[in-house]
């Protein structure tokens, strides 16, 4: 008779759903999307970008008014999956982005960061790592998750780049996966584990301290 493999067993019970409250770092708060109080602060960021560059691999976007959007947010942005957060930084007092969690799944420990989307001010700065680090920290720490995901579009670079940096690991590419925008999307996986996340952890920590950055905010050494 065959034995057939099976996986290990595991005593989880189930993780927690996130919850309508602020995450806060040195440099920036995460605070769950209010349409009211975020909403021009984010379109006004969103508008400084004049290519419309940021909009490119978003299944929605870009919004050429301010009331399209904030349509948009109302419609989309408002459920408990995704659970989006308006991103504040401390340093240009203003709310700079979005991300959210979203493929919530309590039952099994697995939850993934997306639809980030960082205005010109966020892109490639301190307040952009750190945004990272909260959602990561807390979906492992906070929430109970086993598994912490990220997708893009396979043919994003720089969201790849970010997902090596950030500690991710390549999972396999999804052929086919969307149709966003009339045009085929085919889907980079990638994902952490909760017993790669204290590793992890370590690198953010050493690399968000504040001698790591000059008076401008430029990073000394490197995540």
């Not at 045009?183 to 590793?199: C, N, T, Y």
């Amino acid at each position: 008779m065959i034995k057939l493999k099976l996986g290990p067993k595991v005593k989880f019970k189930k993780a927690k759903l996130p919850e309508k409250k602020k995450l806060v770092g040195n440099y920036t708060i995460l605070e769950p999307l209010n349409i009211s109080k975020h909403s021009k602060d984010l379109y006004l960021q969103y508008s400084n970008d004049k290519k419309n560059i940021i909009w490119t691999y978003l299944p929605y976007g870009p919004f050429k008014t301010y009331l399209s959007f904030r349509n948009w947010l109302k419609s989309f942005c408002l459920n408990k999956d995704p659970f989006f957060y308006a991103i504040y930084s401390k340093r240009h007092k203003k709310y700079c982005g979005m991300a959210s969690y979203l493929r919530i799944e309590p039952v099994h420990g697995s939850i993934e960061v997306g639809h980030i989307n960082y205005s010109l001010l966020l892109q490639n700065s301190v307040e952009g790592t750190e945004t990272m680090y909260l959602m990561m920290k807390n979906a492992f720490e906070i929430l109970g998750n086993r598994r912490y995901e990220w997708k893009c579009n396979n043919l994003n670079s720089a969201s790849k780049k970010a997902a090596f940096r950030l500690g991710f690991r390549f999972e396999g590419v999804f052929r086919q996966m969307f149709v966003f925008k009339g045009r085929s999307r085919d889907s980079a996986w990638f994902s952490i584990l909760d017993k790669e996340w204290l590793k992890n952890k370590k690198r953010f920590l050493n690399y968000l301290k504040k001698i790591n950055f000059d008076k401008n905010f430029k990073q000394i050494k490197k995540l």
